[in-house]
Nanobody
Framework: QVQLVESGGGLVQAGESLMLSCVAS????????MAWYRQAPGKQRELVAA???????IYADSVKGRFTINRHTAKDTVLLQMNSLKTEDTGVYYC???????????WGQGTQVTVSS
């Protein structure tokens, strides 16, 4: 079982930066992929960024060039550096961990990010 705890959310003005963190704990040997999702009010949850073991990374088109995902070498923490924030980035950000052999996934409770104009 994996427990995920997100932190770092808050209220900022457009153009400012935030860094989110997600720490995994519990009984597991390794996590294949860690990812950040977000859900804006009235919208579906969407993938923001993901990074697998070995460093393969993907980003949503809407955040490319502004957000950076980075997994800690201990492989139990993932960071999301968010620069040049826009009001459209407002939402609840969730951390997800995916394991393989067998495939399973776990979600954190989310952290609120609010960007004001």
């Amino acid at each position: 079982q994996v427990q995920l705890v997100e932190s770092g959310g808050g209220l900022v003005q457009a153009g400012e930066s935030l860094m989110l963190s997600c720490v995994a704990s519990g009984t597991f040997f390794s996590i294949n992929t860690m990812a950040w999702y977000r859900q804006a009010p009235g919208k579906q949850r969407e993938l923001v960024a993901a990074q697998s073991t070995g460093g393969h990374t993907i980003y949503a088109d809407s955040v490319k060039g502004r957000f950076t995902i980075n997994r800690h070498t201990a492989k139990d923490t993932v960071l999301l550096q968010m620069n040049s924030l826009k009001t459209e980035d407002t939402g609840v950000y969730y951390c997800k961990a995916q394991l393989i052999a067998p495939v399973s996934e776990y979600w954190g409770q989310g952290t609120q990010v609010t960007v004001s104009s």
